[in-house]
């Protein structure tokens, strides 16, 4: 019954997807049809599947759209920029994460930055492409990478742990996790570890060597 009622529901998902893009003006028909996709998968849910963004609607993450322009950046473990959705107007925008110099390729992440190499290379198989990036492409960068982003793991569990409360430890690790930072470029990196979704809300964390410098800076007080 489970499966005859979900072939149901996705027949009908199926039905509505379509008209919805029948209803979009021609351009934008256009968009979606350019769109990379899949193999295997019919024309709609195989572009939405391939090209889709995992968005927020009232504080749930379970809903996806599609943001032709935004779906066009290319991926890079190392992005120069990340993705900020709107829930009040529907919108997605690219958000630099650094200074970008004129004429380089912007970059986003299409997987969590705090995967290690192989997990990250595993998904973005799944999109019929490899990684060609720079940290990619050079494995004993990439074994420094993966050594760097298990660690700044590590340092974000140390400081929710007990001896966090003294602040000996506190500064410690804040001093350690801004060399990883500045020695690997990882900038990017702290929305991820600290708000533990996809796409690092800079808003709620704008790094995690603010908060633990801020959570120094409150025990002095």
């Known amino acids: 019954m489970h499966d005859a009622a979900e072939g149901i529901r996705t027949k009908q998902l199926t039905s509505m997807?379509?008209?919805?893009v029948g209803?979009?003006?021609d351009t934008q028909k256009k968009r979606v049809s350019e769109m990379a996709s899949m193999p295997g998968l019919d024309f709609l849910w195989g572009r939405f599947d391939t090209n889709a963004f995992g968005v927020d609607l009232a504080g749930n993450y379970d809903h996806r759209g599609?943001?032709?322009?935004?779906?066009?950046?290319?991926?890079d473990c190392r992005p120069s920029?990340?993705?900020?959705?709107?829930?009040?107007l529907l919108t997605?925008?690219?958000?630099?994460y650094r200074d970008i110099k004129q004429g380089e390729e912007l970059?986003?992440?299409?997987?969590?930055?705090?995967?290690q190499t192989e997990d990250r290379q595993d998904i973005i198989q799944r999109w019929g492409f490899n990684c060609t990036c720079q940290l990619c492409s050079d494995p004993a960068l990439s074994a420094s990478s993966d050594r760097n982003?298990?660690?700044?793991?590590?340092?974000?569990?140390?400081?929710?742990?007990?001896?966090s409360r003294e602040r000996e430890v506190l500064?410690?690790?804040?001093?350690?996790?801004?060399?990883?930072?500045?020695?690997e470029e990882l900038e990017s990196l702290a929305g991820t570890y600290v708000s533990g979704v996809d796409h690092p809300r800079v808003e709620k964390a704008r790094s995690v060597i603010g908060k633990l410098k801020a959570s120094i800076k409150g025990r002095k007080e």
């Not at 993705?83 to 009040?88: A, L, V």
């Not at 590590?154 to 742990?161: L, P, R, V, Y």
């Not at 500064?171 to 020695?183: F, T």
């Open 17 to 20: 997807s379509r008209k919805s």
């Open 23 to 25: 209803r979009l003006p």
């Open 66 to 75: 599609l943001f032709p322009e935004i779906a066009r950046i290319n991926h």
């Open 81 to 88: 920029c990340y993705t900020r959705y709107s829930s009040r």
């Open 92 to 96: 997605m925008e690219a958000i630099a």
């Open 107 to 115: 970059s986003i992440a299409y997987t969590p930055l705090n995967l």
């Open 149 to 163: 982003r298990q660690r700044i793991a590590g340092i974000i569990t140390e400081a929710n742990g007990p001896q």
């Open 171 to 183: 500064a410690r690790l804040s001093e350690e996790m801004k060399e990883l930072v500045e020695a």
